[in-house]
Structure formats: C-alpha cells, structure tokens
C-alpha cells in the first residue's frame, strides 16, 4: 500500500488528463490563451498604421508599468505554450499507439487539409516565435535595435526583403493552423450543434484570415514603403 496520501480532486485531475477528452480540453484551454495573445497583439501592432512612432514606444512603455503583472502575464503564455506542446505530443502518441500498423495507402477521410498541417505548422510557429523574439524583443537577430522603440525596430526589421518573407510565410501558417483549432476548439469546449456548424466553421475561418491579413498587411506596408 502506498505510504503517500494524494488529495482525491489532484488524483481525480490527473485522470482525467490521462483520457482523450481531458488532453483536448487542455489543448483548447491553451489554445484558447494563446489565441488571445495573437488577437490582443496584433490590434496593438496595428497601431503602426497611426504613423507617429511615439504611439507604440508609450504603448510598450504601458505594457511594462506593472512588472508584476507583465510577468504573470508571460508566465501564463509561456505555461500555455508548453502544456499546449505537451498535450499535442500525448494526442499524437495516443494516435499512433491506436493504429501500430499504418495503412497502406494514407487516405483523407474526414480530415481537412488544415487539420492534417497541425502537427507540421506547431513546430513552425514555434520555430517562428524564437525567431521574431530574437528579433524584436531581445534584439539579437536584429542589428540596430533600439530598447523601447517598436516602430522603429518593425520598420528596421522588415526592410529586409527575406526578413518579411519569413514573417508571410510564418503568417500563413499560423492562418491555417488557427482555422482548425478555432474549430477544433469551438467542438471540445462543446461550442457547436450541427445547426450552427456551417456558421461556427466560417467564422473560424474568418478570424484566422483576419489574423494571417492583419499581420502581413505590416511588413507589406513596410516594404511598399507605406509605413516609414
Ligand atoms: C507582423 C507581425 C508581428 C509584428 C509586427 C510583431 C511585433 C512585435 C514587437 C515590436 C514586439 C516587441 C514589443 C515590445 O518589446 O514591447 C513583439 C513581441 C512579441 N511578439 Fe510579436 N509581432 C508580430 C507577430 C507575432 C505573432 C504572430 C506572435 C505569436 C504567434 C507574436 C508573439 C510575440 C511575443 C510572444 C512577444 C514577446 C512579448 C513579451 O514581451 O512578453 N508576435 N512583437
């Protein structure tokens, strides 16, 4: 018998992880957090359309006036970030545990074009996210970076052709990989009824385009010489 008393709610959370169902829900918990970052993001970044670069700098200042609060914030993105992987990688053992023996012929039934890019574009966005805070946050992979100056550093970064090109490319990853798991999301949390699919199903995709266009439109602005 065992000498450690486990508190039956913390036994019963983590059988439920353990299941199908309880995996999903974190990854739509997360996924959920995340998706309010890139939203709350990006209609921060589109403050550069204003034209005054003193916009974002009071901007990031703001976000920086309670240190206690950035770094909760961060904390909990950076917790969904790795839960999210975690739940992704335990769904895709499951998976394959259930069928040891692959078909022979792999055929799409059911599944969309989106869904079968989750487990490629994951990792590229979060390839991605490394790459962009190197690049904006921390400065490393940007020369002449400028502490506390977005506009200008955005301006700097995306003058470079190849630069932009990643952040495009990037951008229409993250589209399709919001596409399905909005809807993904939408159906685990229970947000769906086959009356309201057609709707629920577009409304994804119009969020995910809004997200892919809203954040290309800027180093497009850029380059065509739109935001200096
Ligand atoms: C063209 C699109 C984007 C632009 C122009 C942009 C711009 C920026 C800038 C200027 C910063 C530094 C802000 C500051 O220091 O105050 C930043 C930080 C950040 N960005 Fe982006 N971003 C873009 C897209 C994204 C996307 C798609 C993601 C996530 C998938 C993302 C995730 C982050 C994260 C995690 C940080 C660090 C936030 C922190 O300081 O804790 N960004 N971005």
Do not use: C
Request: proline share 5%.
């Amino acid at each position: 018998m065992s000498a450690v008393a486990v508190d039956p709610r913390l036994a019963r959370a983590f059988r439920f992880y353990e299941t199908t169902v309880g995996k999903k829900v974190i990854m739509a918990a997360t996924g959920l957090i995340l998706f309010g970052f890139v939203i709350a993001h990006l209609l921060g970044n589109l403050q550069i359309f204003l034209g005054d670069p003193q916009i974002l700098a009071d901007y990031a200042h703001k976000l920086r006036a309670i240190p206690a609060l950035l770094w909760a914030a961060r904390i909990t993105l950076l917790l969904a970030v790795l839960l999210h992987i975690w739940a992704a990688v335990q769904l895709a053992r499951l998976k394959i545990d259930a069928r040891p023996v692959s078909y022979r012929k792999r055929r799409a039934v059911g599944s969309t074009y989106a869904s079968r890019t989750m487990y490629w574009s994951g990792p590229i966005i979060a390839a991605f996210v490394i790459y962009h805070l190197m690049h904006f946050t921390w400065g490393t992979a940007l020369p002449g970076f400028q502490e506390l100056r977005p506009h200008e550093n955005v301006v700097l970064g995306f003058r470079s052709v190849p630069a932009s090109l990643v952040y495009i490319a990037a951008m229409v990853l993250l589209g399709l990989h919001l596409h399905h798991g909005l809807w993904s999301m939408f159906q685990t949390l229970g947000v769906s009824h086959p009356r309201y699919t057609p709707a629920l199903k577009r409304f994804a995709a119009a969020i995910a385009l809004f997200i892919a266009l809203g954040n290309i439109s800027i180093p497009v602005a850029v380059m065509a010489g739109l935001i200096r």
